[in-house]
Each structure stands twice: as structure tokens, then as C-alpha cells.
């Protein structure tokens, strides 16, 4: 099956600091997605991705569509304490329709 | 995006019981997905809840065990039958807005736990 590596799986970093996460995959994808969970919440999509080289922001938050469309990063700058929760990556593959694939997750917690 | 709400929020079963779970959409979308989320981990999907014919369900998973309806295009269910501990987890119902983007968006989810 299709795998994604997302890392780093956890990140403990201070108030106002920049956070960058990434996803790999063995596979090519032709959509990335970038959702966030807050604890005993459904995912909530940030940022989608449809073109290779794509750069997208959603205010503090900028993801990039790998240009070998096997990867993806995410940046949150300036963090702040809501910012804390799982970040996870997904992707779909090229080929007609096809379900989504996500990553491990990336946990963030923000120190004020 | 659509709004989508689920019933129950959260329960406490005994091992050996069922469990049917509601997912309720504001729009008519064109799919729909359940997802488990076991604690800790990634989201997994369970199967693709189709209007008016059987679920496609991922490998792992059996209809005997998590049963789903979809009797129309704004609302769904996933039973979990015969549960045990190990089906502690959320289930997360999810839709795709049927745009050319195929956006994918979440309900809260539904925390379980059997004892």
C-alpha cells in the first residue's frame, strides 16, 4: 500500500519561533492536503495543494507541492499557543479516483 | 464547506454490544468516508459510504463487523458490531464537497471506548 512518512512526529517549540513539518511518500501524488486536530476534534483542513511547484499560504501558514510531487512541507511562522494540536499531512494519487492517504501526524505544542 | 455533525459524541459500551453512529451533512454531497482513528495514531479508512448500494470497504475491514447505510445524499450510518476493546477509538465521518478539487472535510468525530 501507499505509505507517508511525515516528520518530525513531534515538535516542542516557543512562542513566536517558525515551525516547519514535511511529508515524503514512495509514490507520486497529485493532491497534497494539510489538516490540523485539535484534541477531542475532526480533522480541519489549512491548505490544499494541486500542482507540482504550487506554493499556497492561509496567513501564517505556507505549504509547498513538492516539485517531484513525492513530497510536501508545511510552515506555520510567528507561532502562537493556538497553533498547539497534530498537523497531518495527505495525499491522493494520480490514477482516476482514489482515496486519501495520510501521514503519522506531527504534534505541536507551542510554550507561551 | 459543508457542516457536518455526528451522533454520539461520545459513549462508553460493554464488550459484545453495537454501536450505531449518525452522520449528518447540510448539503447533499457525493461522498462520503468513515475513518477510524485509534488514540495516537493516523486516521485509517474504514470504507466509502455509497448512496443507494453496499459500501467499499478497505482492506481489514468487513461489513459484518462495521455495517454502513447511506440512504440518501446528506446522511450515513457506521454500526460497530460485536465490540471489544480494541475498537476504543474515534470514528470520523467525512464528505467531499463534489467539487473539481475533491476537498475532503470532517465531522467531530465520534470518541468510543468498550469496556
Known amino acids: 500500500g501507499q505509505q507517508l512518512n511525515q516528520s518530525p512526529q513531534s515538535m516542542f517549540i516557543q512562542e513566536g519561533e517558525d515551525v516547519s513539518m514535511n511529508c515524503t511518500s514512495s509514490?507520486?501524488?497529485?493532491?497534497w492536503l494539510w489538516y490540523k486536530q485539535d484534541p477531542g476534534e475532526g480533522p480541519v483542513l489549512l491548505i490544499a495543494?494541486?500542482?507540482?511547484?504550487e506554493l499556497t499560504s492561509n496567513g501564517r501558514l505556507t505549504a509547498q507541492f513538492g516539485i517531484t510531487r513525492k513530497d510536501s512541507f508545511l510552515n506555520i511562522s510567528a507561532s502562537i499557543p493556538s497553533d498547539v494540536g497534530i498537523y497531518f499531512c495527505?495525499?491522493?494519487?494520480?490514477?482516476?479516483?482514489?482515496?486519501?492517504?495520510f501521514g503519522k501526524g506531527t504534534m505541536l505544542l507551542v510554550s507561551p | 464547506s459543508a457542516v457536518i455533525s455526528q451522533k454520539p459524541s461520545r459513549d462508553i459500551c460493554q464488550r459484545g454490544t453495537s454501536l450505531t453512529i449518525q452522520c449528518q451533512v447540510d448539503?447533499?454531497?457525493?461522498?462520503m468516508f468513515w475513518y477510524r482513528q485509534q488514540p495516537g495514531q493516523s486516521l485509517t479508512l474504514i470504507a466509502t459510504?455509497?448512496?443507494?448500494?453496499?459500501?467499499?470497504?478497505e482492506s481489514g475491514f468487513v461489513i459484518d463487523k462495521f455495517p454502513i447505510s447511506r440512504p440518501n445524499l446528506t446522511f450515513s450510518t457506521l454500526t460497530v458490531s460485536n465490540m471489544s476493546p480494541e475498537d476504543s477509538s474515534i470514528y470520523l465521518c467525512?464528505?467531499?464537497?463534489?467539487?473539481?478539487?475533491?476537498?475532503?472535510?470532517f465531522g467531530p468525530g465520534t470518541r468510543l471506548t468498550v469496556l
Open positions: 467525512s464528505v467531499e464537497d463534489g467539487s473539481s478539487y475533491n476537498e475532503q472535510f
Open positions: 509514490s507520486i501524488f497529485n493532491t
Open positions: 495543494l494541486y500542482k507540482a511547484g
Open positions: 495527505a495525499g491522493r494519487f494520480s490514477s482516476g479516483y482514489s482515496t486519501l492517504t
Open positions: 448539503s447533499q454531497v457525493t461522498m
Open positions: 459510504a455509497n448512496q443507494g448500494s453496499e459500501a467499499t470497504y
